[in-house]
């Protein structure tokens, strides 16, 4: 029996060679997008899943002030560990700030992502040992672990590694051991690891000073011990154990809590922003799990149209095959193994175009994404995606023709019911519609890309080049580099700050003045800067004036600060002991989704020190900017005491916030692209199904003197009444969606109405072309051909 259902079925297709390709093709694009983003979900959920023990492993987050943190000052791992049975062990990272010069000899190499970290470390996180002790390996000071890359890259082989001295900072480590390269589906990102006891030589008051929150912390709970058994008691002896003069706002409770290791990367509630962990986006998630659904349900779509827009051609097989005694069950079996096959078909394509595309995506998607074909998961995931794609396409037309009445059917009084034209009409809005929101959603996700490249950050951007001094020979002054900088006509400014770009997000606690005289301890951004940064920066002063040449006890704050403190009169009043003098228009110095915050610029006591101030912003003259790079470089080359030249462009700095936007834009604009195509694949089938059957009617219209216009205009009504209620759908939807999506930035597009009429506008144009060009065809046969048949 089975083998009769394959043949005929073969023979199905063999027959109807258009609707198979376009069922096929549509099928194989629609499952091939699916797989693709299945492997892209499936990848994020698997972050951190490689730990022994995983579910006994957590992180240790607060909330402070409402932000999010996950930095803690050195003494509370130890204090967890004392303080808790449950606890089995805990252990703190330390951070490298920038990249880090490794020096193995007359080698030196810069690394980025070098962490301290405590030996325990090791028994929390897993990481596959290659040489070495882990347990014992940073117990002592000095000594560090490396990953098999940059064992690599310094030694030639982890073996020859072991035992080698590394200096950093003309301090010499012990290598002790060398690991595996960190998973890519890891949370942490490290190329080393140097104990944390080594800050006892290097920074010192590091671990001692109560007010230092640079320690991410990692605790690790004993078998059958739960967080909720200490949660509630972390806070209290967390500030138990404070300093006498720790001054916690209490108009937001500190909340500290531990989140679950497989929790980090998409379900943390710490900001990406605020966090040194690679994050994933949950929202992008739902995103794309919606769209491989849409796109397999349009492909699905297209199936039954086209099934159920033939079934006038398959309803004499039916009636003949129930005749010779089929039931009805066969007769479903048999158009199951119809649509099993098509399926099955379009899966060869579909992992064919999957072995094409997939580096490409991978590279537009950041990932390293592979499909291993001997899993048991993906074959089975496979095998039910063919089966579940069988029966939501092929169960309705199967259900459908398996009920024609044969003596109805091979009487020739067989008619099309009006139940199957309004479902089929249904299933084509619904393809209008899914397409209008993804067309919608790409325009207006490129219009924020685009307003907020092109909005005014509130300074002068352009040709603004920031340098690093850190790694200049000690005793070098502003005065100096100013003058040799200066000493080309390229370089049109400079002044000095004490962060760079980045580091104007620098949050402190300052007392400030309130509007009732009071003072009261608030989080802000702050810098020490010299006093002709506010004019090189191009930052407007709206109120009071700027900083003088020589050093005065004042502050200068924006817009936001003012706001937030209710000051009608801004000037005259005191933050952290300093007197206002001025009031500047808010600038952004991170990306538009935040809102600018409250910030204060002191001028620095000390200008002369490179280490007081130890960032550059240089305005460049547009012309010739790379021979006036050179002549930045030359100059940090002749002070410089072996460091590496760290330079960019602010317009760089401000391009990497909108990385993971443009990508996901991107990805967006292809599945767009590709749901349309899909969409326009069917209904060029069913346009050509529906001009064929109705050649008869358009030949004795044609008899009675219709035009081909006229004949055109009958034919194209259904289809533009179709787009215009797939519009009224579609719309409010699309609406909806983007208004939620901008929410993720303080600074937001208009949601203009011509974007929606635009896409209507397009879905039309298509539709129109598709359709017409099917009725011409038909339109233009001779209606004699068409008529004598009758």
Not at 22 to 51: K, R, T, V
Not at 613 to 626: A, I, S, T
Request: hydrophobic share 45%; net charge positive.
């Amino acid at each position: 029996m089975l083998r009769n259902y394959i043949k005929i079925s073969f023979r199905s297709l063999q027959r109807n060679r258009l609707s198979s390709v376009i069922n096929i093709l549509g099928l194989a694009i629609g499952l091939a997008c699916a797989l693709l983003l299945y492997l892209y979900i499936q990848d994020e959920y698997s972050f951190d899943d490689y730990h022994r023990d995983q579910d006994q492993i957590f992180r240790l987050e607060s909330s402070d002030r409402g932000k999010g943190n996950v930095h803690f000052p050195a003494f509370v791992g130890p204090l967890l560990k004392n303080n808790y049975t449950q606890v089995a062990t805990t252990a703190r990272l330390g951070y490298f700030f920038g990249a880090v010069s490794l020096s193995v000899g007359k080698k030196t190499i810069e690394q980025k992502k070098v962490w301290y970290a405590d030996a325990s470390l090791f028994d929390i996180l897993h990481h596959q040992p290659l040489v070495g002790n882990l347990k014992k390996a940073l117990i002592q000071p000095n000594t560090m672990v490396l990953t098999r890359s940059l064992s690599d890259k310094l030694f030639g082989t982890p073996k020859m590694a072991l035992g080698k001295a590394i200096e950093i900072a003309n301090k010499p480590y012990r290598v002790t051991a060398v690991i595996e390269d960190t998973p890519k589906n890891g949370h942490l990102k490290a190329t080393a690891f140097v104990s944390l006891s080594s800050l006892k030589t290097v920074h010192p008051e590091s671990l001692s000073d109560k007010n230092r929150y640079t320690f991410p912390t990692y605790i690790k709970l004993k078998k059958g011990a739960s967080p909720e058994s200490i949660q509630p008691t972390l806070v209290s002896l967390f500030e138990g154990n404070m300093d006498k003069n720790y001054n916690l706002n209490k108009t937001i409770q500190l909340q500290m809590h531990l989140t679950p290791i497989k929790d980090i990367h998409l379900f943390s509630q710490i900001k990406a922003g605020r966090d040194y962990a690679r994050r994933g986006n949950l929202n992008l998630i739902y995103i794309f799990t919606s769209i491989a659904v849409l796109i397999v349900l349009i492909a699905c779509i297209n199936y039954m149209n086209l099934a159920t827009a033939r079934s006038t051609e398959r309803a004499k097989e039916v009636g003949i095959r129930k005749v010779v005694g089929s039931h009805r069950i066969h007769l479903i079996q048999q158009f199951f193994v119809e649509s099993l096959l098509m399926a099955s078909l379009a899966l060869v394509v579909c992992l064919s175009l999957i072995e094409v595309f997939l580096p490409s995506f991978n590279q537009l998607a950041q990932k390293s994404l592979t499909i291993n074909y001997y899993n048991p998961w993906t074959l089975g995931g496979l095998l039910g995606g063919i089966i579940l794609v069988s029966l939501l396409s092929g169960i309705y037309p199967a259900l459908i023709l398996s009920t024609f009445k044969p003596y109805l059917v091979l009487k020739g009084k067989f008619s099309r019911s009006r139940q199957g034209n309004s479902l089929r009409k249904a299933l084509v809005v619904f393809q209008f519609s899914i397409s209008l929101v993804m067309i919608i959603c790409t325009t207006l996700v490129y219009r924020q890309m685009q307003f907020v490249r092109q909005k005014s950050l509130g300074f002068d951007k352009e040709q603004m080049y920031v340098v690093s001094l850190w790694g200049l020979k000690d005793g070098v002054q502003h005065k100096t580099l100013r003058s040799e900088f200066l000493n080309h006509a390229g370089v049109q400014r400079v002044a000095f700050t004490s962060e760079g770009m980045q580091g104007l997000n620098s949050v402190m606690k300052l007392m400030i003045e309130q509007p009732d005289g009071s003072k009261k301890e608030v989080e802000v951004l702050n810098t020490r800067i010299t006093s002709n940064f506010i004019p090189n920066m191009g930052v407007r002063l709206l109120k009071g004036r700027n900083f003088g040449e020589t050093y005065e006890k004042s502050a200068i704050v924006n817009e936001a600060l003012v706001k937030v403190q209710g000051w009608k009169e801004p000037l005259g009043k005191i933050v952290n002991g300093q007197r206002v003098i001025g009031v500047i228009e808010d600038f952004h110095n991170e990306s538009l989704h935040k809102a600018v915050p409250p910030m204060v610029l002191f001028l620095n006591e000390d200008n002369n020190s490179q280490y007081a101030l130890p960032y550059v912003f240089l305005k460049l003259h547009p012309k010739n900017m790379q021979r006036t790079i050179a002549h930045i470089k030359n100059v940090w080359a002749r002070n410089n005491s072996g460091g590496k030249f760290d330079g960019m462009f602010i317009d760089q700095h401000f391009a990497k916030y909108y990385r993971a936007d443009q990508r996901q834009g991107k990805v967006f604009l292809i599945f767009s692209l590709l749901t349309v195509f899909i969409a326009c694949l069917g209904l060029f089938g069913l346009a050509t199904f529906n001009a064929w059957q109705r050649s008869k009617e358009i030949g004795i219209r044609k008899v009675l003197g219709a035009s081909i216009t006229q004949i055109l205009t009958l034919l194209s009504s259904n289809f533009v009444r179709l787009i215009l209620i797939a519009s009224v759908i579609a719309f409010p939807i699309a609406y909806y969606l983007m208004n939620q999506w901008l929410q993720n930035f303080a600074y937001q597009t208009t949601i203009h109405w011509g974007v929606f009429i635009i896409a209507g506008g397009l879905i039309l144009l298509i539709t129109l072309s598709i359709v017409s060009i099917q009725s011409l065809r038909v339109a233009r046969v001779n209606p004699v051909n068409v008529l004598k048949e009758e």
